[in-house]
């Protein structure tokens, strides 16, 4: 066998390679689209009641404080999940608010523990107040659509 002959078989071997990782790499990052980004926010992802929706992470204060406030809509498949961590009393309200939503409380076990259903904008100044760990905001009729009420076990 010539030198030639075994460095092409060599370099094809490291094409293939390269592509097949490329590949994988691709096929890997469409399925398992947790911690994207979209609009500058980490994702995660949540299946309850047979639907699936990207949640956008509102994950430090400046995040938190802004929400969805000064958008005009909400993707279908899309919500936006508050960790806080510990468990604590988390109001939330209305403010910069374009479209209603539902709120969701959860614990640090990731249970419901309240919803408040279809939360329109001019309730602000209203607060809405519970003890949980995380809050969910999906669109307004969501909470029932992907069967979520209190008591509920979810992950994400």
């Known amino acids: 066998m010539r030198a030639d002959s075994m460095k092409g078989g060599r370099r094809a071997f490291l094409i293939l390679g390269i592509v097949l990782f490329a590949v994988l790499t691709i096929i890997f990052t469409r399925a398992n689209p947790q911690n994207r980004l979209i609009d500058g926010y980490e994702t995660t992802q949540l299946k309850s009641g047979g639907r699936t929706y ?17 958008r005009d809509s909400l993707p279908s498949d899309q919500g936006m999940l508050f960790p806080f961590g ?26 419901v523990v309240a919803v408040e259903k279809a939360v329109k904008p001019d309730t602000y100044p209203q607060s809405y107040c519970y003890q949980a760990s995380y809050v969910l905001e999906l669109n307004a009729g969501d909470a029932d659509k992907a069967s979520i009420r209190q008591g509920t076990q979810l992950q994400f």
């Open 86 to 111: 510990s468990q604590q009393k988390l109001c939330f309200w209305m403010k910069d608010m374009r479209f209603p939503i539902d709120m969701i409380w959860l614990d640090g076990s990731r249970k």
């Open 54 to 70: 990207t949640l956008l992470l509102a994950n430090d204060p400046a995040k938190q404080s802004k929400g969805l406030g000064l």
